[in-house]
């Protein structure tokens, strides 16, 4: 059994000024969460909205705002344990990779 993998969204209420026509941030976490469900069935994850906007008590996590913040990263930006795979406008592709690197596999 794998261990329970976390994914972060980053994102903000307000759609990326860089990433036109892409969905909101809200709208790429509830496809993302979505998409791993079907795809790794029965397997551990845990995904978490992060507001860039409010202020956090985990450093970690508060860096990174202030790295979108910064221009740095554009956001949504999308981290499967601690590893950013996406950020703008978000593909399956490259975060279906990374949870494989962490033991997760499809079900065909």
Not at 8 to 13: K, Q, R
Not at 81 to 97: A, D, I
Request: charged share 30%; hydrophobic share 35%.
């Amino acid at each position: 059994m794998t261990k329970e993998i976390a994914i972060e969204v980053y994102g903000a209420d307000i759609v990326c000024a860089s990433c036109v026509n892409a969905p909101s941030s809200i709208d790429t976490y509830e496809w993302l969460e979505a998409a791993i469900s079907r795809k790794y069935k029965d397997q551990p994850f845990s995904i978490t909205y992060i507001d860039i906007e409010k202020p956090q008590e985990d450093e970690r996590r508060q860096d990174y705002i202030n790295r979108i913040q910064e221009d740095e990263f554009f956001y949504p930006l999308v981290l499967v344990e601690g590893e950013v795979v996406g950020e703008g406008y978000v593909q399956l592709k490259p975060v279906y990779k990374e949870l494989e690197k962490h033991g997760f596999s499809a079900e065909g």
